[in-house]
Nanobody, 121 residues
C-alpha cells in the first residue's frame, strides 16, 4: 500500500522557519509530481507548492520567495522549507503525490494525513 507521511509541523514565531517532510512509501512504480497543500479553518484547501517530474516548480503567489520545495528522489521524499513565516501561513499542511503504483496502469493522487503549522505573532 502506498502511504504518504508528513512530519515537521509545529509552532513557530512570525519570521521564523520550519521544514516539512513527506515520505512516500510502498509499492511505487513512478512519481509524476509531489507537492504541498494547506487548509486553514473555514477556508478551502489550496496549493502551496508543487514539484512536477522532479524539475518544474509551481508556487502559490503568497509564498513565492519564502518557501522552497525540493525532493530527494532516492528517498521518495519531498520537503518544504518555509522561511519568513507569517501568521497567515497557519494551516494544516497536506502532502500530495501524483504517482503510479506497481500494480496499476494509471497514476493517481495520494494524500497524507496533514501536519499542523501554527505561526504566532
Amino acid at each position: 500500500q502506498v502511504q504518504l507521511v508528513e512530519s515537521g509541523g509545529g509552532l513557530v514565531q512570525a519570521g521564523g522557519s520550519l521544514r516539512l517532510s513527506c515520505a512516500a512509501s510502498g509499492s511505487i512504480f513512478s512519481i509524476n509530481a509531489m507537492g504541498w497543500y494547506r487548509q486553514a479553518p473555514g477556508k478551502q484547501r489550496e496549493l502551496v507548492a508543487k514539484l512536477i517530474s522532479g524539475v518544474t516548480t509551481n508556487y502559490a503567489d503568497s509564498v513565492k520567495g519564502r518557501f522552497t520545495i525540493s525532493r530527494d528522489n532516492a528517498k521518495n521524499t519531498v520537503y518544504l522549507q518555509m522561511n519568513s513565516l507569517r501568521p497567515e501561513d497557519t494551516a494544516v499542511y497536506y502532502c500530495n503525490a501524483d504517482l503510479r503504483s506497481r500494480g496499476s496502469v494509471y497514476s493517481r493522487d495520494y494524500w497524507g494525513q496533514g501536519t499542523q503549522v501554527t505561526v504566532s505573532s
